[in-house]
């Protein structure tokens, strides 16, 4: 059954357009505000969704089915279809960019993890391209993937990230995972949000296999990875990347505001899940670094077997403890994966 939670979850922070809109002047500034109220918006309808009864999963009628749909500006979903599976490629970039990178999604939790789709029982993946008016964002909605034009000025069409695209694609893996959504809070008189630990826990999991996705695809190891989310949908002037798990909040490689945090002496339970979930992030790159090879090949494992194991109120200890348990059940306590697994989360001071 589907976990059905109010939480929008996008792939820019809000932190991030804020500072696009500081940048920008006139109709660009309104546009991209304009754009940061819808997100709210969206969150508010998915909470009146979440009342309803549960509805019937989309099975696909094959194995790691696919279709992509022209939202045609609008914001009403999912649009005209464009490209189902085993279709020829479209006659529009962007749908065909998304069915790509979808199909790599699927395939990577498919061949690597055994999980089929976000469900774990085949759910059909439906993906909106040419979302709203030069939409600057991507974004799960509980129900399928949401996939903007970008603004035409700071950001670029979103379709073409393989990183983004898979970090938006993990957000409906962690939607069934964790039973009641990992930190999503229904706050009084506000939409769904993610918050706490468990919030920036949920936005790591994506960030993490955002980036495990692109270096598997890429056949990279992880000396040779970037390490970066984003770094393909901002233009020049506005930055790099949009976030880094070698340094997360190092402004050099992402943008000239991030403030994400990368270590839980400066955490403060007030923070926003994007800016918090980079204790995580860098905890994962530094396990990863330590044990060398292909961060797929047994950390992706042992991150997603313990994330089965989190509740929905989950701390950045009990996602220690919860790796920490796992790489010992699958490798044994005390073999080089427990070990780069411990030393990561005590560098980052959640472990003493």
């Not at 546009?31 to 997100?39: K, R």
């Not at 903007?148 to 990183?163: C, F, I, P, Q, Y």
């Not at 959504?181 to 826990?201: D, H, I, S, Y």
């Amino acid at each position: 059954m589907t976990n059905r939670y109010g939480c929008i979850c996008c792939a820019l922070p809000g932190n991030l357009l804020k500072h696009l809109a500081h940048k920008s002047a006139g109709v660009d500034r309104e546009l991209i505000q304009a754009q940061i109220e819808h997100s709210s918006m969206l969150r508010a309808q998915r909470a009146v969704q979440s009342r309803q009864p549960p509805a019937a999963t989309k099975l696909g009628k094959q194995p790691l089915h696919r279709q992509v749909f022209d939202a045609q500006g609008s914001t009403l979903l999912p649009g005209k279809l464009l490209r189902d599976e085993d279709d020829p490629p479209a006659h529009d970039g962007q749908a065909n960019d998304a069915y790509e990178n979808v199909g790599i999604a699927l395939q990577f939790y498919k061949s690597v993890l055994g999980r089929e789709s976000v469900d774990g029982r085949g759910m059909r993946i439906d993906t909106s391209v040419h979302y709203g008016e030069r939409f600057a964002n991507a974004m799960w909605t509980g129900k399928q993937l949401i996939v903007g034009d970008g603004d035409g000025h700071h950001v670029k069409g979103l379709a073409r990230s393989l990183g983004i695209i898979a970090h938006e694609f993990s957000h409906g893996i962690t939607q069934h995972l964790v039973e009641g959504g990992l930190g999503v809070v229904q706050l009084p008189n506000r939409p769904p949000t993610l918050k706490g630990e468990a919030g920036a826990l949920n936005e790591s999991f994506s960030d993490v296999f955002g980036s495990m996705i692109k270096q598997w695809h890429a056949k990279q190891d992880v000396r040779q990875a970037d390490w970066l989310l984003g770094e393909d949908v901002l233009a020049a002037h506005a930055g790099k990347a949009v976030r880094s798990l070698q340094d997360p909040g190092n402004t050099s490689l992402t943008w000239p505001d991030d403030d994400q945090i990368k270590d839980f002496g400066r955490y403060r339970p007030t923070d926003e899940a994007h800016k918090a979930s980079g204790i995580a992030n860098h905890a994962f790159y530094l396990a990863a670094t330590r044990l060398g090879g292909n961060s797929w090949e047994k950390l992706g494992a042992i991150w997603f077997k313990a994330y089965q194991r989190l509740r929905a109120r989950a701390t950045f200890l009990d996602a220690a403890h919860a790796t920490l348990d796992v790489a010992a059940a699958l490798h044994g306590k005390g073999a080089a994966s427990h070990e780069a697994v411990k030393a990561a989360w005590k560098q980052v001071k959640v472990l003493a």
